[in-house]
């Protein structure tokens, strides 16, 4: 069911395919209620039992589970539909999880700026200092309702209906429940936020595993998540996002060498190597990432660069990429340009030279043909003449 307006999802009437309930249940994607707009995965909807109609939470690595819904009297256990997709449909999905993917970090990085500008903003801010600035910008006509009691203004009501009513606003009463009601909306807003944020967290991390789990896309991954996983290996959790992928990318590409080649040696070369990076493996655009997201994809890579703006990692980067291909020359040196125009100048004068030999060669054509004309026209007069002389002979 929809969180929001708690209709029913998944019905003819929203225009989606079998699958998309699988995709949904597995949490790689989210969908767009066709009542009220609300976009909601499988850890911000609303589940039922089938039996007993109760709702229970859903974990999405129970999808390929059978369970109960928990409730007292229900005991009956239900699993999960998995509708089977073609080749064509599974790489055309593909490609829209990774772009989806790549449009939701981009989303997050900006939400992080900005909610870090704002708690530098809002440093040490108490609720009472939180009320006084509320109290300025209800005087100011920035807020429609008394930030004490909850006062709503009218439609014609401006800054001095605003300051008159501040005036008379003394009603303890009044001002108690409606700060209350104001917690009591804070604390759901946050539980709301929460849940938004589990639905990130497991989409970008079941995404990641759907796409192959390998560590080229390990970038696709939260800053959170990362460290999750730095701590399940037992690693250091400390640094920014490329370095803990650096970390991981070593330690998993070290567990892999040795558990293939059995011994030491293997597992430090492997851990250091780096691996060509791919259009699969890559952002479908890279100068559209910041330069923490750059330095991220070079570290998934296995990519050294220790540069300090965007350019840079990037051209880092395509090194790697295209390192067994000639790279294409888009600039002129001095020595270049000489040697340019002496080709260019020689290659004229054979197309010139060329261009005469067959002039004179259409010349000579044209100069045989009237001979042969002549001779063809020779040959005719003769044979007419002849006829003229030979005797007619008739039968009796």
Same mark, same amino acid.
């Given at each position: 069911l929809c969180p929001r307006c708690r209709a029913p999802w998944g019905e003819a009437i929203d225009g989606l395919e079998q699958a998309a309930y699988s995709h949904m249940m597995m949490g790689i994607k989210t969908y767009c209620c066709s009542t009220c707009l609300c976009d909601f995965g499988c850890m911000t909807a609303l589940h039922k039992c089938p039996f007993c109609r109760k709702e229970f939470d859903y974990a999405?690595? #129970?999808f390929h589970n059978k369970i109960s819904c928990g409730n007292k009297g229900c005991t009956k256990t239900f699993g999960f539909m998995l509708y089977n997709v073609s080749e064509r449909r599974m790489k055309e999905l593909r490609e829209e999880l990774k772009e989806l993917q790549e449009k939701r970090l981009k989303r997050q990085d900006a939400i992080d700026r900005r909610n870090a500008r704002s708690q530098a903003g809002s440093a040490g801010q108490?609720?009472?200092?939180?009320? $006084?600035?509320?109290?300025k910008a209800f005087k +100011? &006509? @920035? @807020?429609?309702?008394?930030?004490?009691? &909850?006062?709503?203004m009218g439609k014609r009501d401006g800054k001095d209906e605003a300051v008159a009513h501040l005036k008379e606003c003394k009603n303890q009463k009044k001002i108690?429940? !409606?700060?209350?009601? $104001?917690?009591v909306e804070k604390i759901s807003e946050e539980k709301k936020s929460q849940r938004k944020h589990l639905q990130d967290e497991t989409v970008n @991390?079941?995404?990641?595993e759907f796409l192959g789990g390998e560590n080229e896309s390990i970038w696709m991954l939260s800053m959170e998540q990362?460290?999750? +996983?730095? &701590?399940? !290996?037992?690693?250091d959790t400390k640094g920014e996002k490329n370095d803990l992928i650096g970390r991981l990318v070593r330690h998993?590409?070290?567990? #892999?060498?040795?558990?293939?080649?059995?011994?030491?040696?293997g597992a430090d070369s492997a851990g250091k190597k780096s691996s060509v990076p791919t259009h699969h493996t890559l952002p479908k655009n890279l100068e559209a990432l910041p330069l923490d997201q750059l330095k991220a994809v070079a570290a998934a890579h296995g990519i050294e660069c220790n540069g300090t703006t965007r350019q840079s990692v990037i051209d880092a980067i395509e090194k790697e990429r295209f390192r067994d291909e000639p790279q294409l020359r888009l600039t002129m040196t001095a020595e270049h340009e000489e040697e340019t125009r002496i080709q260019t100048k020689t290659t004229g004068k054979r197309k010139a030279k060329k261009a005469l030999d067959e002039d004179d060669d259409?010349?000579?054509?044209?100069i045989d043909e009237e001979v042969m004309k002549k001779e063809n026209k020779a040959a005719k007069i003769t044979i007419s003449d002849s006829d003229d002389d030979e005797p007619l002979i008739t039968k009796a």
């Open positions: 999405v690595n #129970d108490t609720d009472e200092s939180q009320l $006084k600035e509320e109290i +100011m &006509g @920035l @807020l429609n309702a008394c930030p004490k009691c &909850g006062w709503e108690d429940a !409606y700060q209350r009601r $104001k917690k @991390l079941k995404t990641w990362l460290q999750k +996983m730095c &701590g399940d !290996y037992k690693l998993r590409n070290a567990l #892999d060498s040795s558990r293939m080649l059995g011994d030491a040696a259409d010349e000579d054509f044209k």
